[in-house]
């Protein structure tokens, strides 16, 4: 379902806002990621393979050190296989850029949509329509 015009607006509004108010967070999370580390992966799942078997061989046999051995390499290798890539030495982009390019220069002049929401807020905790 499409958005109506005023939720495109309002949405539009929030956009700024954050890109504003929390660059930081902008360019922490909106920061493209590099293409996976295959090679991290699949030494990861061997790894964790590995470890399985270890700590089956060590419940077979009855050695607790071997399956606590076992576990900490399949644990190891999940984790491996799951962590993100690291990044590059690439800089990311200059996201402080951004809010003055999309409001034309006027971001800081003007209260945006959040602010507005929060002083709305604030006055009706405070007993004010």
Known sequence: MPLSEHEQRLLEEMERSLYHNDADFVATVGARRGRPAYRSIVLGILL???GVGVLITGVFIQVPIVGVIGFVLMFVGVLLAIAPPRRSTVAPEDVADRPANRNGGSGSAQP??????????????DGHN
């Open 48 to 50: 964790a393979v590995v």
């Open 112 to 125: 945006g949509f959040m602010d507005k929401l929060n002083d709305r807020w604030d006055k009706r905790q």
